[in-house]
Nanobody, 116 residues
Framework: QVQLVESGGGLVQPGGSLRLSCAAS????????MSWHRQARGKERELVAT????????NYADSVKGRFTISRDNARNTVYLQMNSLKPEDTAVYYC?????????WGQGTQVTVSS
């Protein structure tokens, strides 16, 4: 059974940091490109960051460049999102995604709230 389980969300003050984790099981994690997406209330889901399979090159949405870092540990079947200098506009449910065309899998999401 395929599972992606996000963790690490919570309430943080502006300027703070959080590290999200996404643990994968039920498929060959190392063969899948991974990404993080987020969806704020009343808005569409948006891509935050991606990391490839082989060279682990990364890409980020302009809104998070220089503040967020995506990484993966294939030995642990886990992808991470380090989020620094958090802003209230980063408040959203964060989802991890695994893709190896035509397959795509989603986690259930973890809430991140940035507020004083």
């Amino acid at each position: 059974q395929v599972q992606l389980v996000e963790s690490g969300g919570g309430l943080v003050q502006p300027g703070g940091s959080l590290r999200l984790s996404c643990a994968a099981s039920g498929f060959t994690f190392s063969n899948y490109a991974m990404s993080w997406h987020r969806q704020a209330r009343g808005k569409e889901r948006e891509l935050v960051a991606t990391i490839t399979i082989s060279d682990r090159s990364t890409n980020y949405a302009d809104s998070v460049k220089g503040r967020f870092t995506i990484s993966r540990d294939n030995a642990r079947n886990t992808v991470y999102l380090q989020m620094n200098s958090l802003k209230p506009e980063d408040t959203a449910v964060y989802y991890c995604n695994a893709v190896q065309s035509p397959n795509t899998f989603w986690g259930q999401g973890t809430q991140v709230t940035v507020s004083s």
